[in-house]
C-alpha cells in the first residue's frame, strides 16, 4: 500500500471507527511514521475535493465518502494480495471436506501454542487432491465470524 494510501486509510479509520473528526497532521505523522510533507499532500487532495477543511492547528473530516472514493479510486488490491490460490472444484465438494470451525485471526495464546487454526480433536478426512490444492494453514485467508469457506472462494479471483 503506497504511504497516501495508508494516510487515508486512517484518517478514515480516525473518522469512522474512533468518531474523531478533529486530526492534527503531526500526530498522523508520528503514528504512521511518515514525514509531515507526504501527510499534508494527502490532505491538501482531500481539501481541494472538500473532504477536509483545514484549520491552523488541525483538520475537520467533512464528507468520509468523497475520502473514501478517492481512495478507492487509487487504490490497487491486486498489491495487497500475499497469497492466492485456484482450487478446480465445486464450492459444495470444497466446504464438505473443510474443518467444522472456522479459521481464527492470530492472537497471543495461539502464538505461544505456536498453533493458527482451531481445529477439532480429530481432523476431518480430506481426500489427497483437495489436500495437495489447499494451502497451508500459515497462508490461509481467515473467515471473518459467520462466514463460510464457500463465501469465501466465491469472493476472491
Given at each position: 500500500?503506497?504511504?497516501?494510501?495508508?494516510?487515508?486509510?486512517?484518517?478514515?479509520?480516525?473518522?469512522?471507527?474512533?468518531?474523531?473528526?478533529?486530526?492534527?497532521?503531526?500526530?498522523l505523522a508520528k503514528k504512521l511514521g511518515f514525514s509531515l510533507s507526504?501527510?499534508?499532500?494527502?490532505?491538501?487532495?482531500?481539501?481541494?475535493?472538500?473532504?477536509?477543511?483545514?484549520?491552523?492547528?488541525?483538520f475537520r473530516v467533512i464528507n468520509q465518502k468523497k475520502i473514501l472514493?478517492?481512495?478507492?479510486?487509487?487504490?490497487?488490491?491486486?498489491?495487497?494480495?500475499?497469497?492466492?490460490?485456484?482450487?478446480?472444484?465445486?464450492?459444495?465438494?470444497?466446504?464438505?471436506?473443510?474443518?467444522?470451525?472456522p479459521f481464527r485471526k492470530k492472537t497471543k495464546e495461539n502464538k505461544?501454542?505456536?498453533?493458527?487454526?482451531?481445529?477439532?480433536?480429530?481432523?476431518?478426512?480430506?481426500?489427497?487432491?483437495?489436500?495437495?490444492?489447499?494451502?497451508?494453514?500459515?497462508?490461509?485467508?481467515?473467515?471473518?465470524?459467520?462466514?463460510?469457506?464457500?463465501?469465501?472462494?466465491?469472493?476472491?479471483?
Amino acid at each position: 500500500m503506497k504511504k497516501i494510501e495508508q494516510v487515508f486509510r486512517e484518517i478514515l479509520y480516525q473518522a469512522i471507527e474512533k468518531n474523531n473528526q478533529v486530526l492534527k497532521q503531526s500526530e498522523l505523522a508520528k503514528k504512521l511514521g511518515f514525514s509531515l510533507s507526504t501527510i499534508n499532500l494527502a490532505v491538501k487532495k482531500l481539501e481541494r475535493m472538500n473532504a477536509v477543511k483545514i484549520s491552523k492547528m488541525n483538520f475537520r473530516v467533512i464528507n468520509q465518502k468523497k475520502i473514501l472514493y478517492l481512495w478507492a479510486s487509487i487504490r490497487n488490491p491486486e498489491k495487497d494480495i500475499t497469497y492466492k490460490t485456484r482450487v478446480e472444484m465445486p464450492v459444495k465438494e470444497i466446504e464438505k471436506n473443510l474443518p467444522d470451525k472456522p479459521f481464527r485471526k492470530k492472537t497471543k495464546e495461539n502464538k505461544q501454542k505456536n498453533f493458527y487454526v482451531q481445529s477439532t480433536a480429530q481432523k476431518p478426512a480430506v481426500s489427497p487432491f483437495l489436500e495437495s490444492h489447499l494451502p497451508s494453514p500459515q497462508h490461509t485467508p481467515f473467515l471473518a465470524e459467520g462466514q463460510s469457506a464457500g463465501q469465501l472462494l466465491q469472493s476472491s479471483p
